[in-house]
């Protein structure tokens, strides 16, 4: 029983619009692979003629048949599978056909290209990214922090990172999403109903015990937003840049983290003069491992060029490793300098002591050892499983939660966002106790936030930032 026709469910009005076009679209990847799937989502009058006009007959609901594709002409494109999905019985929650044929990119145009033939007359047309899982988020068939899971399962770039969205999808993130909307919803309605009864406001915060209920929906949130974390993380992996003077060994770093021979390394100062990136994975977590071009002042425009491009990717780095040669040391702190102004303020920069194999004891023992500096050396391969735990431990990657589900840029801020909003309500509760809107407002805003994360409010907008990065025919 809600007051005053407050429902906490509808702090908004759903803004996001279903196309009911029919759409069809390849859904398996460009490329030759065994079988190759054309699928067609839409009204029933333009997937039955699709199923009459290519398959030749009517299909069961769910059931796979075998048979014959035909052209216009009559003739067989392909013998594959329908599928066809009654509404709301599917993926998207329309009816869906599938064409299941062999998977040759000639095939499947022609396959594409008949549907859209025999579906012109219903104005049936290409799928734009993302579209199927967009009607699948419309129809309320997925939330959409499971929409983007779809996604982030697609693009997964190590098996930690697909195990964590397919949680996600499984709508674990979900789950714990709502149950602290839940929450917030429940103070938030003993807010409501004092406010309609003043001469309770005094004493409604201690009756209610809303500084404990708004404790533990901080706590929880704080939970949610360190799993987040980790999940965006494994989504996104981290750029980690590699720079320094000529020799210091930039290149055969990359080739001993990548544990393959990757960039070219020589004697000469000046070897590497592109950028070379090379993907790897530390425990689960994503690396972009960048090496670049020694920074120095030079005369060989190609080598200028190259500078010009470390500065590049320099602007772009999570992490830099700013390497030296222990066995020569020079002084680099004009040019750290000049990389820590290119860089976003707090990116960590940590710095490598190479080739600590060319040192005696002693001499090692004389090198800099803080949280910022490591001796290795990337010929023996020395100090390199320190380097890797220092990474992960410096982007604040653990370990030990390898329970956690995807999460993407845009769930942190909305759960941040929330965080701030609930301590405005705190701090609302505690210097005026008699102010109960301004408390009820910022749960309000918090709630707000929350449901930014499963969409349970969207602009347009967002979805099209959302879906346009999907794959065609996803
Ligand atoms: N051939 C094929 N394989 C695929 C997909 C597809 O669309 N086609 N998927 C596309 O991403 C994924 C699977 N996702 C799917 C999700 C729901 C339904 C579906 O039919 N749902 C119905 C029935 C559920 C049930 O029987 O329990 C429904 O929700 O009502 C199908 C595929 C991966 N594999
Ligand atoms: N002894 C020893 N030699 C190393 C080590 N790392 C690199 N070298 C040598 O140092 C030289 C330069 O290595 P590179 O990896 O090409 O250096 P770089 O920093 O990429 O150089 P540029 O591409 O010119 O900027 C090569 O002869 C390497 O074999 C190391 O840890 N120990
Ligand atoms: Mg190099």
Request: proline share 2%; glycine share 8%; net charge negative.
């Amino acid at each position: 029983m809600y007051y005053n026709g407050f429902n906490p469910d509808k702090t908004f009005t759903m803004t996001a619009t279903l196309s009911r076009d029919t759409i069809v679209a390849i859904a398996t990847a460009a490329g030759r692979g065994g079988v190759g799937i054309v699928r067609i989502s839409g009204d029933i009058s333009a997937i039955g003629t699709l199923m009459t006009q290519i398959c030749g007959h009517s299909l069961i609901p769910r059931q796979a048949t075998y048979g014959a594709f035909i052209s216009d002409e009559g003739n067989p494109i392909d013998h594959g599978i329908a599928i066809y999905f009654n509404a709301p019985h599917s993926y998207t929650g329309e009816h869906v056909l599938e064409l299941q044929g062999h998977g040759g990119p000639v095939v499947m145009q022609l396959l594409l290209r008949r549907c859209l033939q025999v579906g012109a007359r219903f104005n049936v047309r290409m799928a734009q990214a993302g579209e199927f899982t967009e009607r699948a988020f419309l129809n309320d068939k997925m939330d959409l922090a499971q929409a983007e899971a779809v996604s982030d399962l697609i693009e997964a770039a190590t098996e930690a990172a697909a195990k964590s969205a397919v949680k996600s999808l499984s709508g674990e993130f979900s789950t714990k999403i709502h149950t602290l909307v839940q929450q917030v919803v429940h103070l938030r309605m003993l807010v409501e109903a004092t406010l309609d009864f003043p001469e309770e406001e005094i004493n409604f915060l201690e009756k209610a015990d809303a500084f404990g209920q708004l404790e533990r929906i901080q706590s929880q949130l704080a939970t949610v937003l360190a799993t987040a974390k980790q999940g965006a993380l494994l989504r996104d992996g981290i750029n980690v840049v590699l720079v320094g003077q000529p020799n210091v060994g930039k290149s055969s770093l990359l080739n001993a983290l990548a544990g393959q021979d990757i960039a070219i390394v020589t004697a000469i100062a000046g070897t590497t003069r592109d950028t070379v990136t090379q993907a790897i994975q530390i425990d689960g977590v994503p690396l972009n491992i960048i090496d670049t071009a020694g920074l120095r002042e030079t005369d060989d425009i190609v080598e200028q060029m190259g500078i010009e491009r470390t500065w590049a990717a320099i602007s772009k780095a999570d992490v830099v490793l700013h390497l030296q040669d222990a066995s020569q040391m020079t002084d680099t702190t004009q040019m750290l300098l000049s990389i820590q102004k290119q860089l976003p303020k707090d990116t960590p920069v940590l710095t490598l002591f190479n080739k600590v194999d060319l040192m005696n004891t002693t001499q090692q023992q004389l090198l800099n050892h803080d949280d910022n500096h490591l001796s290795i050396s990337a010929k023996t391969g020395d100090g390199l499983a320190a380097l890797r735990e220092r990474l992960l431990q410096i982007v604040g990657f653990e370990k030990t939660q390898t329970d956690t589900f995807i999460a993407r840029e845009r769930h942190l801020d909305a759960l941040r966002t929330a965080d701030e909003h609930l301590q405005a309500a705190y701090a609302h509760a505690l210097t005026q106790a008699d102010a109960l809107d301004l408390f009820a407002e910022e749960l309000r805003l918090a709630q707000e936030s929350l449901n930014l994360i499963t969409g349970a409010f969207t602009s347009d907008d967002l979805l099209g930032v959302i879906f346009s990065s999907f794959c065609i025919g996803k």
